[in-house]
């Protein structure tokens, strides 16, 4: 027990060194978990005797990606894309897989071998291909729109492989036939009794979890229905990963998408790098040298022949000629669910180890180049069309129903506040998006068409869900001081350029949020008082023109003319225990006492952390006096600051520090 810990924390630092490693040579980390288990594996450090204990386990993280993957799976996006994903995608992944099934049954492999084969070359990168394009700001290109439908299908086409491959280990054709048979069947079965359960039973239960509150709950109800459904259909005979697929989809649409995913995703990342770990700890080092010049060559042919299978289909549906050429650019690579069926093959003896082994390394390079192909891949595609005007910027966006929304106001919290903030941006037409974290009002404002979301802002994947990076501005409206901190410190960290407005109801915190970050803070109370003011102003004749600079100063100040106030019998004793709200108190100088016949600017009005307010002399007041101003018997100083402090103060006027 104690060996395998010690050999855990070694396999963790070593993990965790990797990452860092890769992404600071912007390599994807699913190429250092691999790198990791390589190093694991039983030719160099041999850290386990039996690797495939962690096997079980670690396919957790398959139901995992599933289940984020049917979450993500958006049917009207597909539906609006289908001359793209039906056509494009369905022709890429059909003839690809036909091309390289063929090729292997001419180097010898028997027929499910290479229908195996087919369907690991045929897929691509969806992790890596979506998060480039996404950082290098072209996601919305149609070169970028191509890739991604192709990506959508074989997405698609990634459950019927995972089930198919069990399938082929049959030891008949006919049995084949008959397997194939009963599991579409039985698919049949599973997708209706999910799709029953998650239209009458999943909305409530979520709904009642969401009520209480409580974030550990919904993320165990989250774990629960995905393995839930994993083994409804792991008890038919079906495939784990075809269940979570489905009821990902299943909840893919409601109202608690986003925070379904951000709440899955930490144990999907865990459990994914740990199952790629066990996939690098396949690899045979000691066969490497003979098999390098197999995989150089087999890198070579994939990346040609997918290469020219994409511009062949994108031109039979008459697209772009350079678009069609950069986009096979970047699908040239094998994906993370390559090492899935690889592994799968390997394991129900459709391949070798040695072969298993092969594909993994061929996986491997061609995912450690796809960074450099995507971004160099317009470069590439001018060249070979021949066309010296390809400008990565000069594009049109391809048309699509649902645009994704920009330079939107992001509302933070829908209570009275945001609805009304809300309603008046909609007359001005102003978009906005909206999150919030109660269940009930989420429901009833989407029944009336308003966008708003169910979830926890002070996730990033939340954030990045509502489009965040494309927002003109954050408006955090839920009165939860620790919580709007939070939220403040996270955006301003992300989006350090992104204005951020804040609404409190009291102003005793205000500078705590201007510190971490908030741009605008507006209390309500101050903020009411000042409407107040501005209408008694009017009324009595004051110039709009004078008032209008007066309530401008009081902003710009931070209201700092409207703070402390002189507490009474009907003060909330809470905050004064707590120390939280500034008073303003007078303190009368009597005879003796240890302040009279001093100058204001020997009092230490900073370090005892007051304010002077004011001073009356013979009934008069001095709002401004001078630092030099030598005070008498019977002068009034009027200050403000925290009860302790104003107390701690008086104390030392009167008697003396």
Known sequence: MHGNLGNILILMSVAVMAVW?????????ILAYLFCGILAGPDLLALFEHPEDMQNFAELGIVFLLFSLGLEFSLPKMLAMRHLVFGVGLG??????????????????DYKSALVIGGMVALSSTAIVIKQTSDLGILNTPRAQIAVSILLLQDLAVVPLLILVPLLASDSEQSLALAITFSFLKGLLVIGILLAVGKWVLPKVFSEVARTRTDELFVLTTIMVALMAAGLAFS???????????????????QYKHQLEADIRPFRDILMGLFFITIGMRLEVHNLPEQIHW???????????????????AWFFRLDEKDSWAAGLKLCQMGEFSFVLAALAVDHNILTSQQGSLFLTIGVM???ITPWLVEKSPLFAKFISRDNGLKENNFEPLPAPDEEVSDHVLI???????????RLLKTEAIPYMVVDADPVRVQESRSAGEPVFFGDVKQKDILRAVGIERAKLVLITFDQHEKAKSVIELVSSLYPAL?????????????????????QVVPEILEGSLMLVTQVMQLSGVPMSRIIKRVRKER?????????????????LDYVKKDKLEFMHAVILTSNADAVGKALANLDFSGMQISLKGLRRDNKELPTPNKDTILKVGDVLVITGKPRRVERAERIFLEGP
């Open 556 to 572: 710009k100040g931070h209201y700092g003319n409207m703070h402390g106030f002189f507490p009474g019998e009907t003060t909330e």
């Open 366 to 368: 061609s995912m450690a």
């Open 295 to 313: 995989a150089l060559l087999g890198l070579f042919c994939i990346i040609v022949l997918k290469v020219l299978i994409i511009r062949l289909v």
């Open 92 to 109: 890429q992944m059909l003839i690809t897989t036909l091309v390289f099934m063929l090729l292997s049954l001419f180097l010898g492999f």
């Open 21 to 29: 490693l890769f992404k600071r040579i912007n390599l994807p980390p």
């Open 412 to 422: 933070f919290g829908f209570g009275r506040v945001g609805q009304s903030v809300s």
């Open 499 to 519: 204005p951020i407005v804040v609404r409190t109801r009291k102003d005793y915190r205000m500078e705590e949020l201007l510190d971490s970050g908030a741009t």
């Open 236 to 254: 038919l005979g079906l495939s784990m990963a075809l269940g979570a697929f489905l009821a990902g989809m299943m909840l893919g649409e409601s």
